[in-house]
């Protein structure tokens, strides 16, 4: 019963980071949403470590998904300062693609 909590409970975090994700306005919500994105995966994977079959299974994905979620991090920190060093602005409604604003 508890499994299905956390898995419904990740699943709701997930739905509301999406919704952040498509309806942020400035890049630090972005960065936000995406962080809650990273802890709904953290969150549906702590059931597997509750069976002892997976509990190797689960160490692995969850050391690859700490790493992924490190290395997202420092990217998208790393693209929130030149972004305002460049448009001096974290408003996403500078963003530029293809000669089209977004």
């Known amino acids: 019963m508890m499994v299905y909590v956390t898995l419904v409970t990740s699943a709701a975090i997930l739905l509301i980071a999406y919704v952040m994700a498509m309806s942020s306005k400035e890049l630090v919500r972005l960065l936000i949403s995406l962080e809650l994105m990273f802890g709904a995966v953290f969150l549906a994977l702590m059931p597997l470590f509750t ?14 998904t700490i790493f992924t979620s490190g290395g997202e991090l420092m990217i998208l ?26």
């Open 77 to 102: 920190i790393a693209a929130m300062v030149t972004f305002s060093k460049k448009f001096r602005s974290i408003s996403t409604d500078d963003v530029v693609a293809g000669g089209d604003k977004i």
């Open 51 to 64: 069976i002892p079959n997976l509990t190797t299974q689960a160490f692995s994905i969850a050391v690859l």
